[in-house]
């Protein structure tokens, strides 16, 4: 941030708390401590983090049951021990600068401090067999602190309970028997994605805490926030962070996020100089709405996350009365070889009467998208090339009536392939194809609903054999690097 900002939106507390989805996981390799530690930099009220059993029986921080994806490790992660676990580095695949950075011991993180003092911690139980030994270690470890643990197995939060625990279930569903299991069980609360939440059953009265995940676009989260849920987990803390104090600041205002930009579609061809094949050249348009009763001033200015960007058309500072707002256009060119790490546009508000420092400081993601239409004949997919050694690698798609049909076609130089698709929020993983069902209501979404697809396998690299992920767009393996999932629409007239 510009040096007099209010980075990631400090100086207003929840509710709702904010916690990082495995720290700052945008700006540091995630769950490593260094990750945490950025995440309390910004403000913070927390982080939820994934726990796991490594081959001693320790509880290390890592989402995955192997090594391959965020370390230089391979694989699983329960048949290494602790010495061997210190060799591994965790932080160089994120950033040469996090060179060295370890995996992350539960004792360690939970020895963390924040300006506020102890964090707010959420524990994931990918593995609900190591609960009792979680409880040990919060004896231990944490016994001032707010932790919670949360599954999806009910048992497990049935248990969790029972050792004095405080139990979060993850619902993918929200439901009566979701809502009686909780109130049964006396539960701290209930977490889901938000379009369950802003549903009747979600807006309805629930007999504990509404805690939303998976939750990253400005739009959700400033529903969110005013719809008065108790906790967000985000991948997206600075902008969290920032939404709430919007609503803080602003309290009457009920428009739109005051920051939109138009969406960068890729096209299937489209290169640039060798930049990579996830890239193009734009002419988006930004809208910049001012949410205050008073008059500001405005300051825009453009991030680049992943890639390189060239930005032309960005106006000075300029003014914008109460509840007025402005259109501009942009001229961007560029990318990446890689989905993931969108650039951003920020404004930054000042109180144009009186304001030196800047009130509120927002962003808007620049997504780059696919689309693919779900015909009745077969279609291919090239998937991207990630390097320029990528060799050819395809899928074919095609809707059968109510399903839609995805099969491998070439897996390029992958072994042991097998193909993985994103669809409407849910993961998929099949072998060399998979029949799924379209979501409810597919045919009356014009717009399209969030699609992946890509092939998994083993690839021999300098660093030894390592799971590959190809990709067709964004969206995989996971939303937290992986990108923007493209979108499946109904077939072309």
């Given at each position: 941030m510009a040096k007099g900002g209010r980075e990631g939106g400090q100086g207003v507390e929840g509710p709702p708390w904010v916690l990082g989805l495995r720290g700052s996981p945008r700006e540091a390799p995630e769950n490593t401590l260094a990750s945490l530690r950025r995440g309390l930099e910004l403000g913070l009220d927390g982080w939820s983090v994934d726990v796991r059993a490594c081959g001693g029986g320790e509880l290390v921080l890592c989402a995955d049951a192997t090594l391959d994806?965020?370390?230089?490790?391979?694989?699983?992660?329960?048949?290494?021990?602790?010495?061997?676990?210190?060799?591994?580095?965790?932080?160089?695949?994120?950033?040469p600068r996090f060179s060295g950075e370890k995996l992350a011991f539960l004792a360690e993180a939970l020895a963390l401090r924040g300006r506020a003092g102890a964090p707010q911690v959420v524990l994931v139980l990918r593995e609900p067999e190591v609960l009792a030994s979680v409880a040990a270690v919060l004896e231990e470890h944490a016994r001032r602190r707010t932790v919670r643990v949360l599954s999806d197995h009910r048992s497990a939060c049935a248990e969790a309970r029972e050792l004095g625990l405080d139990a979060l279930y993850l619902a993918r569903r929200l439901s009566d028997d979701v809502r009686r299991f909780a109130s049964e069980e006396r539960l701290t609360a209930v977490a889901a994605r938000w379009r369950e939440w802003d549903s009747p059953l979600g807006r309805a009265e629930w007999p504990c805490e509404r805690f939303v995940v998976d939750i990253e676009s400005p739009d959700e989260l400033l529903a969110a926030v005013r719809a008065g849920v108790n906790a967000i987990v985000t991948t997206e803390p600075r902008r969290a962070l920032n939404v709430r104090r919007l609503v803080k600041l602003a309290p009457e205002d009920r428009g739109p996020y005051p920051l939109r930009a138009s969406e960068l579609w890729v096209e299937p061809?489209?290169?640039?100089?060798?930049?990579?094949?996830?890239?193009?050249?734009?002419?988006?348009?930004?809208?910049?709405?001012?949410?205050?009763?008073?008059?500001?001033?405005v300051e825009l200015r453009f991030e680049v996350r992943r890639g390189a960007f060239e930005c032309r058309g960005l106006p000075p500072r300029f003014e914008l009365a109460a509840g007025a707002d402005l259109r501009v256009?942009?001229?961007?060119?560029?990318?990446?070889?890689?989905?993931?790490?969108?650039p951003l546009v920020w404004a930054r508000f000042f109180d144009a009467a009186s304001g030196a420092e800047p009130i509120l400081e927002l962003d808007a993601p620049l997504r780059r998208l696919r689309v693919v239409h779900a015909r009745t004949d077969a279609l291919r997919l090239a998937l991207l090339r990630e390097s320029p050694g990528d060799p050819p690698a395809s899928v074919?798609?095609?809707?059968?009536?109510?399903?839609?049909?995805?099969s491998l076609e070439s897996a390029g130089d992958l072994?042991?392939?097998?193909?993985?698709?994103?669809?409407?929020?849910?993961?998929?993983?099949?072998?060399?194809?998979?029949?799924?069902?379209?979501?409810?209501?597919?045919?009356?979404?014009?717009?399209?609903v969030p699609?992946?697809?890509?092939?998994?396998?083993?690839?021999?690299?300098?660093?030894?054999?390592?799971t590959v992920v190809r990709r067709w767009a964004g969206g995989l393996p996971d939303t937290l690097a992986g990108g923007e999932p493209g979108l499946l629409r109904t077939s072309e007239a």
């Open positions: 994806r965020t370390s230089d490790g391979h694989g699983a992660l329960a048949e290494h021990a602790p010495r061997e676990l210190g060799a591994v580095d965790a932080g160089a695949w994120f950033s061809q489209h290169t640039l100089g060798g930049e990579g094949e996830w890239c193009g050249s734009w002419t988006p348009e930004v809208l910049v709405r001012n949410p205050f009763p008073f008059a500001v001033a256009s942009l001229a961007l060119a560029g990318g990446s070889w890689s989905p993931g790490g969108d074919t798609l095609r809707r059968r009536h109510g399903d839609l049909l995805v072994a042991d392939a097998r193909v993985v698709v994103h669809l409407d929020g849910e993961y998929h993983i099949g072998t060399r194809g998979l029949r799924l069902p379209l979501p409810a209501g597919f045919s009356g979404r014009p717009s399209g699609f992946s697809v890509g092939i998994e396998g083993l690839r021999n690299t300098r660093r030894g054999v390592r």
